[in-house]
């Protein structure tokens, strides 16, 4: 991360005994298989170690290849949408039946021109629904995740560092904020934002609606890392090499900053990759209770929520939003594993 | 009545996952396709001696005994026959309470309003339907054995006038008092000191009850169906606890209520079949169980278990079970056909003053995808006028001859150069309304309108609409007949006059004195058929000419009932199987 490397120690979160171990025995003992690195000794930081480290990773590549793919499909939905000519909103209403409106054909009216066929009861495209949903969610779980990673390192790190009076006022804030439920605080205030900003004729745009879930997940989810960043804090700041920076007269800021943060990156970025999925799941939950995404804005959640019911009569259509986010949870999970243990190969092993 | 907010729930699936992925969705529309058969309402008042004979006509294969269940989701928010509205109530109090008149159905559509407690359908004293006489049947007792009187009927319809107990029909306390929507503001039932007799009733004698009206009412056969006339002895009165355990004078007594949870019925052993021109009371007992879901109720009679083999549903299919309810086995046991109620897209007529909108947006509506949204036709059929085909005097007509799929060109034909309004649709926040609202929204635009939707919270949703300044110009509605006859439907809905600030049911604020006149007219027309025929011109005419509401379909009942329920049929009156004449199959 860091390639100030005045103090090597002080990287690591162990004891620099251990950094030093680690330094010397991963090229030799993990890659025996490339002689140039074996011979030659090679200074590497921890950024660099947990690199390759998680290059090696097959679940970390696989996991990391599925969420580019995601990713590249979310970010390219205008090109899809313009490559099949169909508009996520457009109804194929009579390529339903008239009874059940369930989609003519097989496997849920899958076809040509709808490679996932299409939902029962409006007759939308799945693929197109699915893409665009896709987008909605990935956005919302992204922005919220980092909007609460940063809330909550900045307070952590302050909290940790500052002791006294600050430290406890931050401790009661975060309690406070964890009392708080989450659900009804979500239920009343986001209608309310609403008829603040919107009057009752007034066409509210999806990015509104977007923005306010993103705003509620941030203001109640910075807590987690927070506390964790406080706690790792303040196990480091009575380090030797703290002192040591505070004793060469180092200022707080480049204490924090310089000296404290980059030792805990590791536990910080695995929260976020656990984070993210968390976020989709709970953005889906959000649509359960009417507070989530509202029609006609394409959402994954949504999708699964209303796609349930249809188990036995279109499974198709349960199975393929159910999938896509089953794949998306588990590869933002392994992945958020796999990145934990190669930041910190200790703690696996 | 009744204003219809769709009980379409959502509850959790926990099905297993079957094989039916692979096999081909085909359309042959063989279970419901084209027009299904409907049963024009006669609307017959009898008062044909045989027809208001005691006891009832014997069920075919009517069997005595057992135990029939209902599985009814969310359970009576009143059983008090004063406060009983909706019609799952109504129907539990035909088992429990007697009422002046009632309702004879044979389960092939016919339906007979003749006399219940009374010897016939209520005599018309002066031929101008304003007093009204009804001489009670001779030995008709209570669960106690104590004979009901004429002044426990009166006493009945005096607490009705209560505050308290405000929640039931108000059509025979407004026509007693003549003060409309402000009925109760002198007499306020016989509590705290309050006369015993509501303004307007008299009782000569224990056998005989007289209503007198100040205006003519000739609907009264009717609305004494309403549990509004039901018995009530004053000495069992318990007020508002009534609810919990009204005093039995019909075929069953409560033996235990649990609120959530069950009703357990028995039989009420000093009700006398021969006192009875209405019910046949087969099963011994009746049990409603209100502890499951609406799409558990109809997985479980899918099944048909069992234990559950003598239940039946009060409780439509799901839009996702139905592609259950097509093998021969389940089919055989689906009861389906229209209800009272109509859909109707109100058009806020205080926004979208241009007729030539209005009717543009009756070609603009996708009738057809808003229906598919729910279901497809199990939940309705496409309709075109304002009456229900189960209304006495409904004629088939179409006003534009539009297709049910919408006709966006005559959109634009009639629109012309004046640029389409923006529009803002309201709609309940349920997964089925917000899909259906989805849809209007999609063929809206398509026409070329601009459209802003917006959510309202389902339980407040009538609420909102029925504010006279709402801020919304479309919005659907649904709207059932108290009776199956034009009179409960047209002046609510399309009667100006009737527009208050709040809690308004002419919901497109439609108020045009041509209209008013004619609904006028319609009340004092003596005879009952020239009123079905005017009602049904009327009909015609505020659609050609005004164009207030978008119809969108006649809203359809698709339910279940086990394999070893008897004589099951959708009630002509309430919509749903009716209890007083099904038994249980050995």
Redesign the interface.
């Not at chain 2, 099905?15 to 079957?18: K, S």
């Not at chain 2, 229906?371 to 199990?378: D, H, R, V």
């Given at each position: 991360m860091s390639n100030t490397t005045a103090e090597p120690g002080p990287r690591s979160p162990g004891n620099e005994e251990t950094a030093a171990a680690v330094l010397q025995v991963d090229p030799s003992a993990e890659q025996p298989g490339s002689p140039v690195e074996a011979k030659a000794i090679v200074g590497r930081s921890p950024g660099q170690l947990a690199w390759l480290r998680l290059k090696r990773d097959r679940t970390a590549r696989f996991s990391a290849i599925v969420l580019i793919i995601t990713a590249i499909v979310a970010l390219c939905a205008p090109l899809i949408e313009k490559i099949t000519g169909t508009s996520p909103t457009d109804q194929f209403t009579s390529q339903l039946t008239d009874f059940a409106a369930l989609p003519i054909g097989y496997l849920g009216g899958i076809s040509g021109a709808h490679p996932l066929g299409l939902e029962p009861g409006l007759g939308r495209d799945i693929l197109m629904q699915l893409v665009y949903g896709l987008r909605t969610s990935l956005l919302i779980a992204f922005a919220a995740a980092l909007i609460s990673t940063t809330i909550g390192v900045l307070v952590g790190v302050v909290g940790g560092y500052a002791r006294g009076w600050l430290d406890s006022m931050i401790s009661w804030i975060i309690d406070l904020t964890l009392a708080f439920p989450f659900l009804i605080f979500a239920l009343a205030a986001i209608p309310v934002v609403e008829n603040r900003f919107f009057n009752a004729r007034d066409n509210i745009p999806a990015s509104f609606r977007v923005g306010m879930i993103i705003a509620t997940f941030a203001i109640f989810n910075w807590t987690n890392t927070a506390r964790l960043v406080r706690g790792q804090v303040i196990s480091l700041r009575e380090r030797e090499f703290v002192e040591a920076a505070r004793a060469s007269g180092a200022g707080t800021g480049h204490i924090l900053l310089r000296q404290l943060l980059p030792n805990i990156w590791a536990p910080v970025l695995v929260t976020v990759s656990l984070n993210v999925p968390a976020f989709i799941t709970a953005e889906a939950a959000l649509a359960f209770v009417n507070i989530g995404v509202t029609e006609p804005t394409p959402d994954l959640g949504r999708m699964i929520f209303n796609s349930i019911q249809y188990l036995s009569a279109d499974p198709m259509y349960t199975f393929i939003p159910g999938v896509t986010i089953f794949l998306l949870v588990l590869a933002f999970n392994l992945f958020g594993d796999s990145l934990r243990d190669a930041l910190d190969p200790k703690s696996s092993r | 009545m009744r204003l219809k907010i769709g009980a379409l729930g959502?509850g959790?699936?926990t099905?297993?996952?079957?094989a039916?992925?692979?096999?081909?969705?085909?359309?042959d529309?063989d279970?419901?396709?084209g027009d299904k058969a409907v049963n024009v309402q006669a609307g017959a008042i009898s008062y044909d001696a045989a027809d208001n004979k005691a006891p009832a006509p014997a069920v075919d294969g009517g069997q005595k005994g057992g135990n029939l269940g209902v599985f009814l989701p969310d359970g009576f928010e009143h059983l008090d026959p004063a406060r009983a509205y909706v019609n799952v109530a109504q129907m539990a109090d035909q088992l429990l309470v007697r009422t002046l008149t009632g309702y004879r159905e044979d389960g092939k559509g016919n339906l007979k309003v003749i006399g219940d407690l009374a010897t016939d359908p209520g005599t018309d004293v002066n031929k101008d339907c304003k007093v009204w006489q009804f001489k009670l049947r001779p030995g008709i007792k209570y669960e106690d054995g104590t004979p009901v009187t004429s002044k426990d009927v009166a006493y009945g319809v005096a607490r009705s006038f209560s505050p308290d107990l405000s929640e039931g029909p108000h059509y025979i306390q407004q026509w007693l008092t003549d003060k409309g929507a402000d009925y109760n503001a002198d007499y306020k039932g016989p509590y705290n000191g309050g006369a015993a007799l509501p303004p307007g009733v008299t009782t000569p004698d224990d056998q005989t009850i007289v209503f007198t009206f100040a205006k003519p009412h000739c609907d009264m056969p009717y609305a004494a169906t309403l549990t509004t006339t039901a018995p009530v002895p004053a000495a069992q009165d318990k007020k508002t606890d009534y609810d919990r355990r009204p005093f039995s004078s019909g075929p069953y007594k409560i033996k235990s209520y649990q609120l959530g949870n069950s009703l357990v019925l028995e039989r009420n052993t000093n009700w006398d079949a021969n006192t009875d021109p209405l019910r046949t009371a087969l099963p011994d007992t009746f049990t409603f169980n209100f502890t499951l879901q609406a799409?558990a109720v109809n997985e479980r009679l899918i099944a048909d278990a069992p234990a559950d083999q003598s239940f039946l549903g009060w409780q439509d299919v799901?839009?996702?079970?139905?592609?259950?309810t097509?093998t021969p086995d389940v089919k055989a046991r689906v009861l389906e056909g229209p209800t009272q109620y109509v859909w109707y897209y109100y058009i806020n007529t205080q926004r979208i003053k241009d007729l030539n909108v209005r009717k543009a947006l009756n070609y603009a509506i996708?009738k057809?995808?808003v229906?598919?949204?729910?279901?497809?036709?199990?939940a309705g059929t496409p309709a075109t006028t304002l009456l229900s085909p189960t209304v006495a005097g409904y004629q088939k007509y179409d006003a534009f001859n539009a297709p049910a799929?919408g006709d966006a060109a005559k959109v634009k034909e009639l629109l012309g150069s004046t640029p389409p309004p923006a529009l803002?649709l309201a709609y309940a926040?349920t997964?089925p309304r917000?899909?259906q609202?989805?849809?209007a929204?999609?063929s809206l635009e398509a026409a070329g309108f601009q459209v802003?939707?917006?959510?309202i919270d389902p339980t407040n949703y009538y609420t909102e609409v029925g504010r006279k300044d709402n801020?919304?110009d479309i919005y659907l509605g649904g709207w059932g007949s108290d009776w199956p006859d034009p009179g409960t439907v047209i002046p609510p809905l399309f009667d100006g006059r009737q527009i208050t600030p709040t809690g308004n049911q002419n919901l497109s604020y439609f108020n045009e004195q041509s209209v008013n006149t004619e609904i006028d007219r319609i009340g004092t027309l003596p005879s009952a058929s020239d009123r079905a025929a005017a009602w049904a011109a009327l009909d015609k005419k505020i659609m050609t000419d005004f164009a207030p509401v978008v119809p969108a379909y006649y809203d359809g009942a698709y339910t279940l009932v086990g394999s070893k329920v008897g004589n099951a049929f959708d009630s002509s009156a309430f919509g749903w199987p009716g209890l007083i004449n099904v038994y249980v199959k050995p």
């Open positions: - | 959502v959790v699936l099905v297993a996952l079957v039916s992925g692979c096999s081909k969705t085909t359309d529309s279970s419901s396709g799409d799901q839009p996702a079970q139905l592609a259950k097509t996708d057809d995808a229906l598919k949204a729910i279901g497809g036709t199990p799929t803002v926040n997964p917000a899909a609202a989805e849809a929204r999609k802003t939707t917006k959510s801020p919304y």
